[in-house]
């Protein structure tokens, strides 16, 4: 019995979500046909590859050892099928994407339906999750990744630096006043980020030091792990919050929500595009890159240094 190319990427995708469910959600599959697809691959190689239980899928060691011999392979063998295509200067194929919700949402969503419609011929999927995901794992062609990078083994071209900028609403100021300087600002009501620690959400430069960034240590009353609830909560009155100008431009500008301490300046946040590392870069990862690396601009579109300067009254 032999093993099919299929059998194996449908393994693939059960060991990346874990569920016979998900993968025929993703793959447009009935759960029998993966189900099957898995149970053939087995018979094949000869080997159990997951134990079943009504409520769990296990992957087997040997099924662990599998997927990190071949996952690479796959990778490979796309590769080349792109590189082939690229020999008739066309843009094919599946191009996977992962990003941030907010950005996704507020930015990104135009910028790839431009490129979707310069590329008929290419399939595009996306996926917006704010927690991190595993490029190589998921599938993925290219992630775009905001902060400081932590998987040093991925390839990265950096799309621009966002600057950040402290605000709240109108009706806060009034009703609580505003910190004078970086010591008076932890006496003040905030809302953070569940996705990352607050020690490191709220860091300033340090122009003794450049360095070693200022921390400083807030007392969260509202958590959130999305930044536009976290601006909409800030727009609220529920506090301080401290947001990329991706995230607050249009508040700013509208005056929903105010700058707050402007001399201070937070750590920018980089945006990156990433992609698993490969001898070969695909021309549909390249020409998308390159695609938002143009209609981003550094400065980014969203950038409003004039809010930045302002006063609040």
């Known amino acids: 019995m032999k093993w099919r190319f299929d059998d194996l990427l449908t393994f693939l995708d059960v060991m990346e979500t874990g569920s016979i469910t998900a993968t025929a959600a993703r793959l447009n599959l009935s759960k029998s046909v993966v189900s099957k697809r898995i149970t053939e691959l087995e018979g094949a190689l000869g080997i159990e590859l997951f134990q079943r239980s009504p409520r769990k899928l296990v992957a087997?060691?040997?099924?662990l050892d599998f997927v990190e011999r071949v996952r690479p392979l796959v990778r490979e063998l796309i590769d080349a099928a792109d590189r082939v295509g690229e020999r008739h200067s066309a843009i094919r194929g599946t191009l996977r994407i992962a990003a941030p919700m907010t950005?996704?949402?507020?930015?990104?969503?135009?910028?790839?339906?431009?490129f979707a419609r310069q590329y008929p011929e290419l399939e595009v999927a996306v996926e917006f999750d704010d927690r991190m995901v595993d490029l190589g794992r998921g599938g993925f062609d290219v992630g775009i990744r905001i902060g400081i990078l932590k998987d040093s083994s991925l390839i990265a071209r950096k799309l621009c630096t966002d600057s950040r900028v402290i605000c709240c609403s109108p009706d806060f100021a009034a009703a609580n006043g505003l910190p004078k300087s970086l010591d008076d600002l932890g006496n003040f009501a905030c809302i953070d980020y569940s996705n990352v620690n607050t020690s490191q959400l709220w860091q300033f430069e340090n122009p003794g030091q450049p360095s070693d960034p200022i921390s400083v240590a807030m007392h969260g009353r509202i958590v959130a792990n999305n930044g536009e609830a976290m601006r909409d909560m800030a727009i609220a009155g529920l506090g301080l919050v401290l947001l990329p100008m991706f995230i607050a431009a249009e508040a700013l500008r509208a005056g929903t929500l105010i700058p707050v301490l402007p001399q201070a300046k937070p750590l920018p946040y980089r945006i990156h595009a990433v992609y698993p590392p490969t001898r070969h870069v695909s021309a549909k990862v390249r020409a998308f890159v390159d695609h938002l690396v143009r209609h981003i601009g550094d400065p980014p579109i969203w950038q409003m240094t004039d809010v930045l300067r302002q006063e609040p009254a």
Do not use: K, Q
């Not at 087997?60 to 099924?63: L, R």
């Not at 950005?103 to 431009?114: C, K, N, P």
């Open 103 to 114: 950005f996704g949402t507020l930015y990104l969503g135009r910028m790839i339906a431009d």
């Open 60 to 63: 087997s060691g040997s099924a």
